[in-house]
């Protein structure tokens, strides 16, 4: 029997998942190589971030996915370099050879050339930083009921979140109910609705690549949340009290100790690899500009897809969103096994089948050809979009019943401060400590 | 209206939690003091360490718990001192003033006198020690899949538990059934039914506290599970390459890149300020010798339960379980209204209610009222009182599922490798990370 063709793949994201599960009855031999054992489903992130999931509910192993796929091994290990031209990747401690190449390792998150910013604002790309917004907002409300001076609770209670995408609509959104619903009356100093939140955005609407009736309707559901939008509003500057903003009014100093990051994304680094190795061209965000079945020019064997691409269709760049990530695995993985069989494979095309945001309890903006949704509508077919996703059985029926409880009951159950900073006498500057009685 | 009396109740584990509850309609203003924000169910904390929950399932947030017993305020803090004259406790920020203190801070792991061992040998006590347990766990099997060197892949495949009372047993059952059969089909070089554990214990036989027929029991249903019990073995020496026992043969060496303490514990830090402030007697342990209504001598108006407390009941001392804390808890709150009221209040008596261990799947020793239960009646036992138990309804009704899905399926589905040392390639030795290929 013939050596079976070597397909490697970089990601275990929607993107690597994708394509390994397209490859299931494919005549290759699959490796699929991730820094972490667990797909995330990041979609669904903010909802860690604030309380209402467990990380364990939104994330699958990744050899459980694969149990039954026997032509495919996962391996722990992260990609380091490139060795084009003997078709082999580099890890830390081995090498890998390949006859495919299929990169998917994404993106992560950009502060504009200022990495100090993130110290103080974190993003929302892993089940850690996740965790560690959950601190964050959490510990500002205990923060709040044991200081006594008014100015300094005022900015406990501000709430700064940079970016109005997707991302920083959601998290504004689940903010406003905590704010007004979960944590209500669990306070005895202070009211957890005086809390003030803000969604500053740099351009002149939240969710810019919405159309604009269901970005308007957006932050109309955002107001009603006590969330207050910020537009044509860009951050400055970020430190451990608060932001500054550049308004067309002016510069602004908003005093604040919780910021979260959703501004803006760059390319992951093993772009400049395949630059360095195999001549890709990147485009300014680090992105590779990929032919059109999504291969790096001068390697017909190295696919990229996902966030990490740069495709355009019909004049336009694909966003860095999920759906492009999935098509473009499915697509890769089928042109692979055209390629065995000797036939010549299509243009990618992605198909545009909407996009979805979620605002709070029963609220949503949806955009699905060209139909423009909102409100409890919109807000169930997220719903069932989000759950038919999940990756696993198990998952799918937890989240569920969560959401259930949330709805019914506003309450949020994963509402933990754990990790490193846990101690209230850790993590904050001593004056804020002195006890409120 | 005179001013109530302030009854502050340091720590929010069982002790705490239910001398809070019992003061719910007590003329009184209750301020219970944590460090977390969270109140652990730790019983099923190994459930977390071996990925079959998530942390926000086996903990329930303090202020929700208490959002509408009004008389009761959640501080987050941590108590360092005691100003036993003046009534008041110190915290690093600030001082609380208390009519009744109710000390219920617990125990921690003890190493007897080796705490270099704590960091190759974590102990179960806290979320993040449960998942940095399952962290080890899970990436001993990653690091086994990538070794060739069968001598080193046989040392990620062996796992030590030090301490043969109920965690140990839990955690040995859980490791088993990982081994044998969550993890089974995951692996394409290694087969995980490979694992060789070993329930390590200084004494003649594993649950010591249990009657000795129940003892057998357990380690004929650990034994069914590939569980390895060495009794009459104390460990001498732990090391990130494995641990040292003497054993009635003399002394060994068990080379294993696994070990997991269970083995000892002490008192809470908060007994030594009571020596210091209040003239209380500690036992060696550093366990506070409490009056038989629970209180300090000398100090009618401080109480210690729990953990924390040595009291002698028919010439035993109370174990460290959380029913006595429970039942401390609420004896401690009626002992306080009757003083109130004037009324004399009869002595603490801890009512046994039996001992139940889990050994894994339908499988679970129980000593009730001397009926001695085994198997499966005894896990359904063992189900319905931990549910019954567990704070929360949502938690309840989750766990529920969770172990349905775990019971019928054989999977795990919080098998996160999440923190710190997320990566492959931190946390271990450079020469584990040849690529096996």
New interface residues.
Partial sequence: MEPRHRVVILGGGFGGLYAAKALKHAPVQVTLLD????HLFQPLLYQVATGS?????I?S?L??VF??QKNT?V????AVDLDASGHRVL???????YDFLIVATGSADSYFGHDEWREYAPGLKS??EATAIRHKI?YAF?AA??EQDPEKRREWLTFVLAGGGPTGVELAGALGEIAHDT?R????SIDPRDAVIYLVEGGPRVLPTYPPDLSAKAESSLDRLGVTVRTNTFVTGVDAEGVTVKTPAGNERIPARTVIWSAGVRASSFGRVLARRAGAELDKGGRVIVNPDLSVPGHPEIFVIGDLAHRDQDGKMLPGVSPVAIQGGGYVAKTIQKRLRGESAPDFRYRDMGNLAVIGRASAVADIGGLHLSGLVAWFIWLFVHLMNLV?F??R??VF??WG?LYL?Y?R???????ED????AGAP?DV???V?
């Fill in positions: 820094r972490r054992n667990f999931l467990s990380p364990g509910e994330a192993p050899r459980a149990r039954r091994e391996l722990l290990g992260e890890l830390a401690d081995g090498a890998i050879d089940i850690e959490l205990e009921e044991r944590l009356r669990d306070f005895r696993q198990a998952n029926v937890l019943i969560q409880f009951t309450s159950g994963a509402r933990l401060i754990t990790g846990q101690r209230v006498t001593e400590h002195r006890l009685r």
